[in-house]
């Protein structure tokens, strides 16, 4: 019986991770657990990390909450490591004091199963899930939006990157089954919905791409349930994708990796574009849809990279507009073809350089909202602990102190009233 036992999930990494460790955390719930967090101070019967291994970075802190957690943990219970750091080093992850079971991303989707065959003392411990996309949609009561799983995998072989060994070749769902999970999100209340994968571009279903799979979910959802994309390569976004994402449903905010703003460094990482390519993509986006929010990823220190490389790359996020960077520390990985280049740049001037960029990135993102003050967008909202966050269609968190009803997962038009440097501030228009 589980009625009386707790778990916790603790999820690192990207939002892919995020959505499989709150499945999880959602069928152990329906299974009758009670979900904790043993970082409160208590000690659950079941402990769950969820890894990222993207760089050695995310390693450190994916063995500290494990150690963490095996201190925690109620005597006699179970913790699992899972996630891309579990699959590319199982090993490693088996040898640390606590840690009962390791279980990579292809079977990660099994976790419930295995979790409640132990505690039915059965022998069936490795029941296997057939498909990376066996996730029940969780369903969040704090959120405003639900994350989708679309695609897994990739197929790309960017030099720095070690996901395509811990996730395997790109794979994607059926669309029908996108479908009947997203009419069921909105049976629930939710009204945006984020689609997700390791790179949701390659999303290939016998021959129907990411184009034809939002085709389908404009036709097939309610007109109320508006689509959020994750991160997107730039050379997905050829016409038949650009003519798509310009329908009103379509959120204006993209995720758009860049890496370096240096064409030589480029090809050392094995990039799929070029600098004038990623610009004309940019350009080409904002045409078809105006007000968009820009994101991307950014590598500092590549080996290789000089002052003129890293100047480029200053120059470029300055001209794209940027509204929001993601900047990392280059570390190699093992299995990675630059893991086999010579690490030249001293790692305090890979700090330096990744503050630079990290100061440019607030100074563009201030910008990019600055802009909007006094306008009016529609938002979906959750619930905070200072009053409730409305996030606008193109990605701007709105926080609204003053509401005399609850405006969990509402979809409403918020005026922004003040954007400063930390905070975006504004209230709810009234129909």
Same mark, same amino acid.
């Given at each position: 019986?589980?009625?009386?036992?707790?778990?916790?999930?603790?999820?690192?990494?990207?939002?892919?991770?995020?959505?499989?460790?709150?499945?999880?955390?959602?069928?152990?719930?329906?299974?009758?657990?009670?979900?904790?967090?043993?970082?409160?101070?208590?000690?659950?019967?079941?402990?769950?990390?969820?890894?990222?291994?993207?760089?050695?970075?995310?390693?450190?802190?994916?063995?500290?909450?494990?150690?963490?957690?095996?201190?925690?943990?109620?005597?006699?219970?179970?913790?699992?490591?899972?996630?891309?750091?579990?699959?590319?080093?199982?090993?490693?992850?088996?040898?640390?004091?606590?840690?009962?079971?390791?279980?990579?991303?292809?079977?990660?989707?099994?976790?419930?199963?295995?979790?409640?065959?132990?505690?039915?003392?059965?022998?069936?411990?490795?029941?296997?899930?057939?498909?990376?996309?066996?996730?029940?949609?969780?369903?969040?009561?704090?959120?405003?939006?639900?994350?989708?799983?679309?695609?897994?995998?990739?197929?790309?072989?960017?030099?720095?990157?070690?996901?395509?060994?811990?996730?395997?070749?790109?794979?994607?769902?059926?669309?029908?089954?996108?479908?009947?999970?997203?009419?069921?999100?909105?049976?629930?209340?939710?009204?945006?919905?984020?689609?997700?994968?390791?790179?949701?571009?390659?999303?290939?279903?016998?021959?129907?791409?990411? $184009?034809? +799979? @939002?085709?389908?979910? /404009?036709?097939?959802?309610?007109? =109320?349930? *508006?689509? %959020?994309?994750?991160?997107?390569?730039?050379?997905?976004?050829?016409?038949?994708?650009?003519?798509?994402?310009?329908?009103?449903?379509?959120?204006?905010?993209?995720?758009?990796?860049?890496?370096?703003?240096?064409?030589?460094?480029?090809?050392?990482?094995?990039?799929?574009?070029?600098?004038?390519?990623?610009?004309?993509?940019?350009?080409?986006?904002?045409?078809?849809?105006?007000?968009?929010?820009?994101?991307?990823?950014?590598?500092?220190?590549?080996?290789?990279?000089?002052?003129?490389?890293?100047?480029?790359?200053?120059?470029?996020?300055?001209?794209?507009?940027?509204?929001?960077?993601?900047?990392?520390?280059?570390?190699?990985?093992?299995?990675?073809? $630059?893991? +086999? @280049?010579?690490?030249? /740049?001293?790692?305090?001037?890979? =700090?330096? *350089?990744? %503050?630079?960029?990290?100061?440019?990135?607030?100074?563009?993102?201030?910008?990019?909202?600055?802009?909007?003050?006094?306008?009016?967008?529609?938002?979906?909202?959750?619930?905070?602990?200072?009053?409730?966050?409305?996030?606008?269609?193109?990605?701007?968190?709105?926080?609204?102190?003053?509401?005399?009803?609850?405006?969990?997962?509402?979809?409403?038009?918020?005026?922004?009233?003040?954007?400063?440097?930390?905070?975006?501030?504004?209230?709810?228009?009234?129909?």
């Amino acid at each position: 019986m589980t009625g009386n036992r707790t778990a916790s999930v603790i999820n690192h990494g990207c939002k892919l991770n995020q959505y499989e460790g709150e499945s999880i955390e959602y069928s152990l719930e329906k299974t009758g657990f009670r979900i904790v967090d043993f970082r409160d101070d208590v000690s659950p019967d079941v402990v769950i990390v969820n890894t990222c291994t993207v760089t050695n970075r995310s390693d450190r802190k994916s063995r500290n909450t494990i150690l963490r957690a095996a201190r925690a943990l109620a005597d006699k219970g179970l913790l699992v490591v899972t996630g891309c750091y579990a699959q590319t080093n199982p090993d490693e992850l088996k040898e640390l004091q606590g840690v009962g079971l390791v279980v990579g991303t292809r079977e990660k989707a099994s976790i419930p199963g295995i979790v409640a065959s132990h505690f039915r003392d059965s022998t069936d411990m490795h029941e296997k899930s057939k498909s990376p996309f066996d996730y029940p949609v969780p369903d969040t009561p704090h959120r405003s939006r639900v994350f989708m799983k679309v695609q897994d995998g990739c197929d790309m072989h960017c030099a720095y990157c070690k996901v395509p060994l811990a996730r395997g070749r790109s794979t994607s769902s059926e669309p029908e089954g996108i479908i009947r999970a997203l009419n069921t999100v909105h049976e629930r209340g939710y009204r945006e919905v984020v689609l997700t994968g390791v790179n949701i571009g390659s999303y290939d279903w016998h021959g129907r791409g990411l $184009a034809d +799979l @939002l085709t389908l979910i /404009l036709q097939e959802t309610p007109d =109320t349930l *508006r689509v %959020r994309l994750s991160s997107i390569e730039p050379v997905s976004f050829n016409e038949s994708f650009l003519k798509v994402i310009a329908h009103c449903r379509i959120m204006p905010h993209f995720h758009v990796p860049l890496q370096s703003g240096s064409d030589r460094i480029l090809k050392r990482m094995n990039r799929p574009c070029g600098i004038a390519e990623y610009l004309s993509i940019i350009e080409r986006i904002r045409r078809v849809k105006p007000h968009s929010h820009f994101a991307t990823d950014l590598i500092v220190g590549f080996p290789g990279e000089n002052e003129e490389d890293f100047s480029q790359t200053l120059r470029v996020v300055e001209s794209a507009q940027f509204a929001s960077l993601h900047v990392f520390r280059f570390s190699p990985r093992d299995g990675t073809a $630059a893991a +086999l @280049l010579r690490d030249e /740049l001293p790692h305090i001037q890979k =700090t330096e *350089r990744s %503050r630079e960029l990290i100061d440019l990135g607030m100074q563009l993102n201030h910008r990019f909202r600055k802009q909007f003050e006094g306008t009016v967008r529609d938002a979906v909202f959750e619930r905070q602990s200072r009053g409730f966050c409305g996030i606008t269609d193109n990605y701007i968190r709105v926080m609204v102190r003053e509401a005399d009803v609850d405006l969990t997962r509402a979809l409403l038009p918020v005026r922004i009233l003040c954007a400063d440097v930390d905070e975006t501030t504004g209230m709810v228009v009234q129909p």
